[in-house]
C-alpha cells in the first residue's frame, strides 16, 4: 500500500481527505523487492516492452503481464533527462522556495523501457549532464516500501 | 442525424472491497471482460469515454495513468462526471459518440475504488469536497451524526435522502416495511449477479427490519454499500452490431437536470422542498420513451434496472418512470409483480441498494439491461422475453436523471 | 463531416484574471448569457447544456452541482465533461450531429486561485510510485521536456523566452487576457523567476480565474440566426501514453490529433492552408513543440518560425495572435477559449490583434501533463 499525506482543512467541520492506494499484485512484488534492494521491471511477454514499476498489462500490444514476467535490473542506468528545481509545492498548491536545488531526473534504467522520474543526489547541479550512468542509491535500513530508494547517484 | 447503434458487449468486476488490485488494474478488468464479450480486437476501439467521482479515490484524471492499460494511446478518449450518474452520463456519451457518425466502436467505463479512501465507505469524497451535499444537509436541519452514519455507507446526499424516503411515505401511503421488503428483494437478486456486492441468498424482510435504524425511516440494512468496482460497455455502429448474435439497440436516451430544485435560498431561487417530486425523471422519461416510440411503458417494458441507493426509490422512481400510477409501486411490489420472475422485474441484478461503486452504478443499470436483451444475465436473467428494457441514473444532490432505453430490435 | 454540419454562432467570454472578484457561479452566469445573447437564442431555443469543470480544480464533487442554473440548464439535457473544455465542444458537435438536438450551450469555467493547478498536477501522477517520490508535478516534467527538446536541436533559451515574448506582447492587445505586459521584453523573460531550469517564471502560463460560452447550432438553425456562422471542417482528438512510456521529446498525441481532424477538414498542407492557429502553450518550449506536432515545419526547425517572426501576428501563419495560454489560462476554459479566439478572427471580431484575411483557423486544447492529451478542431468562414 502507498500513503498520502492527510490535508488537514482549515475550517471547524472536523475533515480530512487522506488516501491509502492498494497497489495491486505485481506492484507489491515491486514494492517488497525494494526491502531487498532489488529494482524489477515487468517484461511483456509477447512485445519484450520492460516496464519500472511492473504492470499487470502492456499498453503497447495489450498482453497480459504477470509475476513470472517480473525481471530484475541491475539498478543502474542513463540519466535522459534532467531539471534543477529550485521551488516546491507545498502540497497545498503554494509555490515555496527550496533552500537548496535539487536535481530531479529521467532515468532510463539498463534492461528497461519506460522512464522513471527520480531525485537525483550526491551531484553538484553544474555536474549533471545528460547521458550521465546513475544508479540507486538505497535507504540504510530498508523497509519494503518505496522510500527506500534514496535517490539516484552517479554511478560509480 | 440519427444512426442506430447498439450495446455489443458488456464487462464488470467483482464488486465489493477490491483491495487485491489498483485502480488502473480495476478498471482494465472491466474493459477486456467487455472487449471479450463484444468479440472485438482493442485496435478496432476508436474512442473511450469514461468517469468516475474523482474525489473519493485521490486520482485525478485518472484514466491519465489508467489508460495505457485499457488500450487508450492513440485514441480519442472523454472524461465525462455527474455525480451518481456519472456511469449512465458516460454510457450515453458514448451512444451520442456514435449516433453522431464520428466513431463506430465506442469503449464506455464507469468505475469508483472507494476502498482507496482512509476513512470508512464514502466519507473522503464527501469530506473532500461535500459543501454543496453538507449545504442541503444543514438546510434540512439534519446533525452531523446522521451524515456520518449514512455517508459510512454511502455516497452523496446521503442525508437528503432520508427526507426524501419520508415524503414518499407521506405521499404513497406506503410503510416503512415496504423498504425493508425492497432491500431484502434487493439482497436476494444481488445473491444471484456474480459481481454484486451485498449478496444475502434467502434474505427477508424481517431480516432488513432488525438491523438498527440509522435516520429514520432508513435503516442500516436499507442502506447501499461503498464498493470498489467498474463496469463497461461497448457501443457500436448499425453494421458492426449486426454481426452480433442479439445486441442491445440504444432507442432512446435522454438527460435532465433540476437542481434548481433544492437551490431554495441559497441561490435565491424557489425551491419546491418535496424531494420526492422528481419532476426531471419524469421529463427525461418521457423524452426518451418518446424517442424509443414506447407509447405505453406500463405495457411495453419489460423489466427495469433502477438507480436505487436506497429502498423507497426503487418505488419512487418506477412511478416516475410511468411504471405505475403515483402511489402505488408498493402495491406491486405486495404482489410481487417486481420480483425477478414478475410481471415488471425491478433490478433483477439486486440494483445499487446491494452494489455502489458510484462512477459504476449509472453505468451497470445500461449493462444490466443489456445482458437481460442479450440473454447473458445468468442466474438472474428475468424468465421472459425482453423486447424493452429501460436503465435509470440519478444523482447530483437530489436532482440529475438520466433515462437510457435499450430493445431487442433498433426503433423504426 | 457527416449529413449534417455544426455552426458556431455566439460565444463569451470573462475577463480573465487572478481571483476575480466573482463567484463561479456569477462568472459562469456572465458567459452563458452572453453566448446565448451573441447567438440571438433565449434559453427555451438551447437543446442542451455541456459545462466543463473539474472536481479536483473546483474544490468540489460533483462541481458542476451549483452550475446548472447560470449555466441555463433548468430542465433541460445536460452533462458535464471533467476536461479541457474543448472536449466539452466536441461532444456538443457529436449530440448535434446526432440529430437530436440542434442548439448546444458548452460552458467551462475554473478559477485557478481556488487549487492551484499545478499542485493539482500532483494528483494526477501514478499513486503507487511517481506520487511517492513527492518532488513530481506538471512543471518539474515540462522542465525535464524543455531542456531535452533544446538540448536535442540547440535552442537556445534566448529562443524560447521570444515564444513568451510573442504571446505577451499579443496578450497586451487582448482585453479579456489575464497577463498584461505591453513592453516585455526577452531580458524581462530570462529575468523571471526561475522555478525548474530551465523554465521561468514568464515562461509559464499564468494561473487565472475565467470561464468561456460556446453556442453551437445544426445548419438549419445557424443560418437562421447568424450571416456568419463558422463551420466546424474537422476535429480529431487522442491521448498518449501515460509520462512513464512516451515520447516526451515530442508531441505525439497531438500529431495524431491534428491528422485527424487535417484529414476530415480535407487539409493536405496545414501551414499553406490554415490562416491563424490558436494553441494550448502552457509552457513557451511547448509552443515550439506544438508547430512541429502540427505539421508547420520538420521536426527541430520551430525556433526558425519564431526567429523569422513567421508565426507573430503580421507574419505568415500567426499562431496565438490573442496571447494563447501564456496570456491566460484558466485550465478548463483555456481550450474553448481557443476556439472562441479562432472563431473571432474568421468573423474579423479581433480587434487590434486581427489577422487580415481569415477563411480558416486551427483551435487547440490539451489535458493531462505535457499535452497529454490533445484535441484539434478545424473551423472555415462561409465561403
Redesign the interface.
Known amino acids: 500500500m502507498s500513503e498520502e499525506e492527510i490535508v488537514r482543512a482549515k475550517s471547524p467541520i472536523p475533515f480530512s481527505a487522506g488516501f491509502r492506494w492498494s497497489v495491486g499484485e505485481v506492484m507489491e512484488h515491486f514494492i517488497k523487492s525494494l526491502g531487498e534492494r532489488k529494482i524489477l521491471g515487468g517484461k511483456c511477454p509477447r512485445c519484450g516492452y520492460t516496464y519500472v514499476p511492473p504492470r499487470n498489462r502492456c499498453g503497447k500490444c495489450y498482453s497480459e503481464i504477470k509475476p513470472e514476467n517480473l525481471t530484475e535490473l541491475s539498478g543502474k542506468g542513463v540519466l535522459v533527462g534532467y531539471t534543477i528545481a529550485h521551488v516546491e509545492l507545498d502540497g497545498v498548491g503554494n509555490i515555496k522556495d527550496l533552500e537548496e536545488p535539487l536535481v530531479i531526473g529521467a532515468v532510463k534504467l539498463d534492461g528497461a523501457d519506460s522512464t522513471i522520474f527520480v531525485p537525483i543526489g550526491e551531484v553538484k547541479p553544474e555536474e549533471v549532464k545528460s547521458g550521465m550512468r546513475v544508479e540507486v542509491a538505497w535507504r540504510e535500513e530498508t523497509e519494503g516500501e518505496i522510500g527506500d530508494i534514496k535517490y539516484f547517484k552517479p554511478a560509480g | 442525424?440519427?444512426r442506430n447503434v447498439a450495446v455489443i458487449g458488456v464487462g464488470q468486476t467483482k464488486h465489493g472491497r477490491?483491495?487485491?488490485?489498483?485502480?488502473?488494474?480495476m478498471i482494465?478488468e472491466a474493459a477486456?471482460r467487455a472487449i471479450e464479450d463484444a468479440e472485438i480486437a482493442?485496435e478496432d476501439i476508436d474512442a473511450i469515454v469514461i468517469?468516475n467521482?474523482?474525489?473519493?479515490?485521490?486520482?485525478?484524471?485518472a484514466?491519465?495513468?489508467a489508460?495505457?492499460?485499457i488500450?487508450?494511446?492513440?485514441?480519442?478518449?472523454?472524461?465525462?462526471?455527474?455525480?451518481g450518474t456519472t456511469g449512465g452520463?458516460v454510457a450515453?456519451?458514448a451512444m451520442?459518440?456514435v449516433?453522431?457518425?464520428?466513431y463506430d466502436v465506442v469503449l464506455a467505463i464507469g468505475f469508483e475504488?472507494h476502498?482507496?479512501?482512509?476513512?470508512p465507505g464514502a466519507t473522503?469524497?464527501?469530506?473532500?469536497?461535500?459543501?454543496?451535499?453538507?449545504f442541503y444537509m444543514f438546510n434540512y436541519g439534519a446533525p452531523m451524526r446522521a451524515l456520518f452514519a449514512l455517508s459510512g455507507g454511502v455516497g452523496?446526499a446521503a442525508g437528503v435522502s432520508s427526507y426524501q424516503a419520508m415524503f414518499y411515505m407521506h405521499r404513497s401511503g406506503c410503510r416503512i416495511e415496504h423498504y425493508d421488503m425492497v432491500a431484502a428483494k434487493s439482497r436476494r437478486n444481488a445473491a444471484k449477479n456474480e459481481y454484486a456486492h451485498l449478496q444475502w441468498p434467502n434474505c427477508t424482510p424481517d431480516d432488513i427490519a432488525k438491523t438498527p435504524m440509522v435516520a429514520y425511516p432508513l435503516r442500516f440494512g436499507h442502506i447501499c454499500p461503498a464498493s470498489d468496482g467498474a463496469s463497461a460497455i461497448i457501443v457500436a455502429s448499425e453494421e458492426i452490431a449486426r454481426r452480433v448474435d442479439r445486441p442491445a439497440w440504444v432507442k432512446g436516451l435522454?438527460?435532465?437536470?433540476?437542481?434548481?430544485n433544492q437551490?431554495g435560498e441559497?441561490?435565491q431561487?424557489v425551491g419546491i422542498l418535496d424531494t420526492s417530486e422528481q419532476?426531471?425523471c419524469r421529463?427525461a422519461a418521457m423524452?426518451a420513451y418518446e424517442?424509443a416510440k414506447i407509447r405505453n411503458p406500463r405495457e411495453e417494458i419489460d423489466v427495469a434496472e433502477i438507480y436505487q441507493p436506497f429502498p423507497h426509490q426503487e418505488l419512487m422512481y418506477a412511478e416516475k418512470l410511468m411504471l405505475f400510477d403515483d402511489g402505488k409501486a408498493w402495491i406491486a411490489l405486495e404482489e410481487g409483480e417486481t420480483e425477478i420472475d414478475g410481471r415488471i422485474p425491478i433490478d433483477p441484478s439486486g440494483g445499487v441498494l446491494s452494489t455502489n461503486a458510484i462512477g459504476s452504478s449509472a453505468m451497470q443499470r445500461v449493462a444490466e439491461c443489456a445482458l437481460q436483451i442479450m440473454g447473458k444475465a445468468g442466474k438472474h436473467q428475468v424468465p421472459k422475453d425482453v423486447k424493452n428494457a429501460v436503465a435509470h441514473g440519478w444523482?447530483?444532490?437530489t436532482n440529475?436523471t438520466v433515462v437510457t432505453v435499450l430493445g431487442d430490435a433498433p426503433r423504426r | 463531416m457527416g449529413v449534417r454540419r455544426v455552426a458556431i454562432v455566439g460565444y463569451a467570454q470573462t475577463k480573465h484574471q487572478w481571483d476575480m472578484p466573482k463567484t463561479r457561479e456569477d462568472m459562469v452566469f456572465e458567459v452563458a448569457k452572453g453566448a446565448a445573447e451573441m447567438a440571438g437564442v433565449t434559453r427555451e431555443e438551447i437543446d442542451t447544456v455541456i459545462n466543463a469543470s473539474s472536481d479536483y480544480l473546483d474544490g468540489r464533487t460533483i462541481s458542476e452541482l451549483f452550475l446548472t442554473m447560470p449555466s441555463g440548464a433548468y430542465l433541460k439535457d445536460y452533462t458535464k465533461t471533467e476536461m479541457d473544455g474543448a472536449f466539452a465542444a466536441l461532444y456538443g458537435v457529436m449530440k448535434i450531429l446526432a440529430g437530436t438536438h440542434d442548439v448546444a450551450l458548452i460552458v467551462a469555467n475554473t478559477q485557478g486561485s481556488t487549487f492551484n493547478p499545478h499542485q493539482v498536477s500532483y494528483h494526477m501522477l501514478d499513486p503507487t510510485f511517481d506520487r511517492q517520490l513527492k518532488v513530481l508535478n506538471d512543471m518539474a516534467i515540462a522542465a525535464i521536456q524543455a531542456r531535452m527538446y533544446m538540448d536535442k536541436y540547440g535552442v537556445a533559451e534566448e529562443e524560447v523566452a521570444m515564444v513568451s515574448v510573442k504571446n505577451l506582447w499579443c496578450a497586451a492587445k487582448n482585453p479579456n487576457a489575464h497577463r498584461k505586459m505591453p513592453g516585455v521584453t526577452v531580458e524581462d523573460v530570462l529575468g523571471s523567476k526561475m522555478l525548474y531550469e530551465p523554465i521561468r517564471e514568464l515562461m509559464m502560463s499564468p494561473v487565472s480565474d475565467g470561464a468561456c460560452a460556446v453556442v453551437l447550432a445544426s445548419e438549419e438553425k445557424a443560418r437562421k440566426l447568424t450571416d456568419n456562422p463558422v463551420w466546424i471542417e474537422g476535429v480529431g482528438s487522442s491521448q498518449d501514453f501515460y509520462v512513464r512510456d512516451r515520447n516526451l521529446q515530442r508531441l505525439e498525441a497531438l500529431e495524431k490529433a491534428a491528422r485527424r481532424a487535417y484529414r476530415m477538414a480535407g487539409i493536405k498542407d496545414p501551414f499553406a492552408e490554415i490562416d491563424v492557429a490558436e494553441v494550448t502553450e502552457r509552457y513557451a518550449h511547448e509552443e515550439l513543440m506544438i508547430y512541429e506536432a502540427l505539421g508547420f515545419c520538420e521536426e527541430g526547425k520551430a525556433r526558425r518560425l519564431v526567429d523569422n517572426y513567421v508565426t507573430w501576428l503580421g507574419g505568415q501563419m500567426p499562431v496565438n495572435p490573442s496571447g494563447g495560454a501564456l496570456g491566460a489560462d484558466p485550465i478548463t476554459a483555456t481550450g474553448l477559449i481557443r476556439i472562441v479566439e479562432a472563431a473571432k478572427q474568421i468573423r474579423g471580431e479581433a480587434g487590434a490583434y486581427q489577422v487580415p484575411e481569415v477563411r480558416r483557423a486551427l483551435a487547440h486544447g490539451q489535458a493531462g501533463i505535457c499535452a497529454q492529451s490533445n484535441i484539434v478542431f478545424i473551423l472555415g468562414g462561409e465561403e
Open positions: 442525424m440519427w477490491r483491495r487485491d488490485v489498483n485502480t488502473a488494474e482494465s477486456w482493442p468517469g467521482m474523482q474525489g473519493f479515490g485521490g486520482i485525478c484524471q484514466e491519465l495513468w489508460g495505457d492499460w488500450g487508450a494511446p492513440g485514441k480519442s478518449v472523454l472524461r465525462v462526471a455527474t455525480g452520463s450515453q456519451a451520442y459518440s449516433i453522431s457518425g464520428l475504488k476502498s482507496d479512501s482512509k476513512e473522503t469524497g464527501l469530506a473532500h469536497v461535500g459543501l454543496a451535499n453538507l452523496a435522454a438527460a435532465c437536470a433540476d437542481e434548481e437551490m441559497n441561490a431561487g419532476l426531471q421529463i423524452k424517442m444523482g447530483g444532490s440529475f
